[in-house]
């Protein structure tokens, strides 16, 4: 049985290996009397957090979000305690279903790729063994043997799977000696081989993209021609999963006709447009999801529109000198108060579903209110101007005019997005750094300490508060004179010292010999 994914270079712009690409990804559902999906590159596919794309539900996806057809789903999700126990196995289906795909109501005309880590992957403290990957699970760090991964995909039966690789990135903070790279190189091809072993019978479906790992050409230039002269490697891989741009390279002309699958963060539209003028085919761009987070809005379009005429390059009365331009942003902050009165849609050209039907100062007045519809009308936007985006993109390679108009973006807008002034919503755990990486927190603290001013009484006349030695909080410390350890509670009603915490208030205490009525339990 074929692979349900295959993919064609259009032949016009294929000339030269390591250059600016236009093909067709072709989707054949496995689900029976589905028809066949054609998927143009230079495209993206957007990224799950438990299967489904963050604030948007299945629906929504399919309703909302036309211009995509995949979903890239990392194992360590569902990971717990063990890997091949996860909930989603114990769901009925039939030898054709794919177990997790009902488990998280993905659309059968949605290809899904299965990858072992996140995107982007949390660092982990201990490092990847001869048989396993460090990962980092939904119950703490913990190891991914090398024969999970392939039993779990045999059993979950993605459209495409991404080959495990031994991946390590200088930009996490470790530096690599060539022993190491070396080693990246060696166990990557053996859990290849056995990945490629594993692919017989029912799972000859399964599409597998191999790693290219970010090491230099040389050390891997073994491991890569294995993929293309050992027959049973070249039947079975139809893809190639790059983790940093400069792999590239080291790519061979005899597999420049796979599709190349960026699992690296560029983290702007025109760093997107560089990896594409090098040759890169589909993305993963987890600066959506990000800037979604942060209450950001998306406004650029592709190709660039011309800039208004109060922002057009102004002419000078002296010919050497020339009066600097303002660029338009390529995202606004939508917690910005300026927009608290705005009914001016998302974006002008832009006609999502949120753009259609909401202004800038609802999801203002929502992102402020803490609302959840803020960040679903976001995210659906952000990833509409994206399809619109590579659309642009493939219908300017068409026309011959790529180059031109990639420097009429770099002139028109700027080169960073804007960042947020707000508060994101609540942090998913996957999202935090890994212990042994400082960074300082996304959001402030919920609670902080309480300050109690000091009360006067009748042995601290001057609300004077001694150095403690222990006992009492400190704003409410009162020394009777007879020593550093002899403290008492303020001379205060009953209720001020149940509100601080020095006792309780005990409304059946019985009258005593003093004929007080109740009583307060001192905890001094």
């Avoid at 005899?254 to 690296?264: D, G, K, V, W």
């Avoid at 108009?405 to 919503?425: H, N, R, T």
């Avoid at 009162?478 to 009953?494: C, K, M, R, S, T």
Wanted: aromatic share 8%; hydrophobic share 35%; glycine share 6%.
């Amino acid at each position: 049985m074929a692979p349900s994914i295959a993919f064609t270079l259009h032949p016009a712009v294929a000339a030269d290996e390591c250059s600016l690409r236009l093909g067709t990804l072709t989707y054949s559902p496995k689900s029976v009397n589905s028809q066949e999906f054609q998927i143009p590159t230079p495209n993206y596919i957007p990224l799950t957090s438990r299967g489904t794309i963050p604030h948007v539900t299945q629906d929504m996806y399919r309703d909302n979000l036309k211009g995509e057809r995949g979903v890239y789903i990392g194992l360590e999700d569902y990971i717990e305690r063990h890997t091949l126990q996860s909930p989603f196995y114990s769901i009925p289906c039939n030898a054709t279903e794919s177990p997790l795909r009902k488990f998280i109501s993905l659309q059968p005309d949605t290809f899904m790729v299965l990858g072992p880590r996140r995107i982007p992957s949390i660092p982990c403290p201990a490092s990847n063994t001869g048989s396993s990957l460090s990962i980092l699970t939904s119950v703490g760090f913990g190891n991914l043997e090398v024969e999970d991964y392939i039993e779990a995909a045999r059993r979950i039966k993605p459209d495409v799977a991404i080959g495990i690789g031994d991946v390590v990135l200088e930009e996490q903070g470790v530096i690599l000696g060539v022993k190491r790279r070396e080693k990246m190189v060696e166990r990557t091809g053996a859990w290849m081989r056995a990945f490629i072993n594993s692919l017989g019978g029912e799972n000859r479906n399964i599409a597998l993209f191999a790693p290219v790992l970010p090491v230099d050409a040389e050390l891997q230039s073994q491991y890569l021609a294995d993929l293309h002269e050992e027959p049973d490697w070249a039947s079975a891989v139809t893809g190639l999963a790059l983790y940093q741009l400069s792999s590239i390279e080291a790519i061979p002309p005899e597999l420049s006709h796979l599709p190349r699958l960026a699992l690296y963060n560029p983290s702007t539209p025109l760093a997107v447009l560089h990896n594409i003028n090098l040759g890169i085919d589909i993305f993963t761009l987890p600066f959506i999801s990000k800037s979604t987070d942060a209450g950001v809005t998306f406004t650029f379009v592709f190709p660039a529109p011309p800039l208004p005429s109060s922002q057009s390059p102004l002419s000078s009365s002296s010919p050497n000198t020339a009066l600097p331009r303002e660029r338009l942003p390529l995202a606004e902050n939508l917690w910005n108060p300026s927009y608290a009165r705005s009914r001016s849609p998302l974006s002008k050209t832009c006609q999502c579903y949120a753009c259609k039907r909401h202004h800038r100062a609802y999801i203002h007045h929502l992102l402020s209110a803490k609302e959840m519809l803020a960040w679903v009308l976001l995210q659906i936007h952000n990833h509409s101007i994206m399809d619109e985006f590579f659309h642009g993109v493939r219908e300017s390679i068409k026309q011959g005019t790529l180059e031109s108009d990639v420097q009429k973006f770099a002139s028109v807008y700027e080169e960073e997005i804007v960042s947020s002034q707000g508060l994101g919503p609540r942090i998913r755990g996957y999202q935090h750094h890994s212990p042994h990486v400082v960074k300082a927190p996304q959001n402030p603290k919920a609670f902080k300490k309480y300050d109690i001013p000091p009360v006067k009484t009748a042995s601290n006349p001057n609300n004077a508060i001694p150095n403690a030695q222990g006992g009492c909080p400190d704003d409410w410390e009162v020394n009777l004179g007879g020593g550093d350890d002899e403290w008492a509670a303020p001379d205060v009603e009953g209720e001020e010292l149940e509100k601080a915490g020095f006792g309780m208030v005990d409304d059946d205490y019985d009258e005593g010999d003093d004929g007080d009525e109740g009583g307060v339990a001192i905890n001094v």
